[in-house]
Nanobody, 115 residues
């Protein structure tokens, strides 16, 4: 069993920065894949960034060059550093952990980029 807790969301002005953190419990964290997703009302949840156990990361085209995902397996955390935030980045951001048949989600954290 893996439990995920996100933190770091909030209100930021356009072109500002925020850092989201996902803290995990469970002994299998280091071998799983962790992703950040986001969702706005009325739309499907979309992938923002994903990082595999070895550290290779992939990003949605809309955030490439602005967001960076990283993981610390010893601390069981995954961070999403977000720069140059745009109003269209406003959403609830979710952390997801996947390994084998296991699939776990956090409760989400709101990010709002608005003046």
């Amino acid at each position: 069993q893996v439990r995920l807790v996100e933190s770091g969301g909030g209100l930021v002005q356009p072109w500002g920065s925020l850092r989201l953190s996902c803290a995990a419990s469970g002994s299998i964290f280091s071998v799983g894949t962790v992703g950040w997703y986001r969702q706005v009302p009325g739309k499907e949840r979309e992938l923002v960034a994903v990082i595999i156990s070895g550290g290779t990361a992939n990003y949605a085209d809309s955030v490439k060059g602005r967001f960076t995902i990283s993981r610390d397996n010893a601390k069981k955390t995954v961070n999403l550093q977000m720069h140059s935030l745009k109003p269209e980045d406003t959403a609830v951001y979710y952390c997801r952990f996947s390994y084998g048949l296991g699939d776990y989600w956090g409760q989400g954290t709101q990010v709002t980029a608005s003046s």
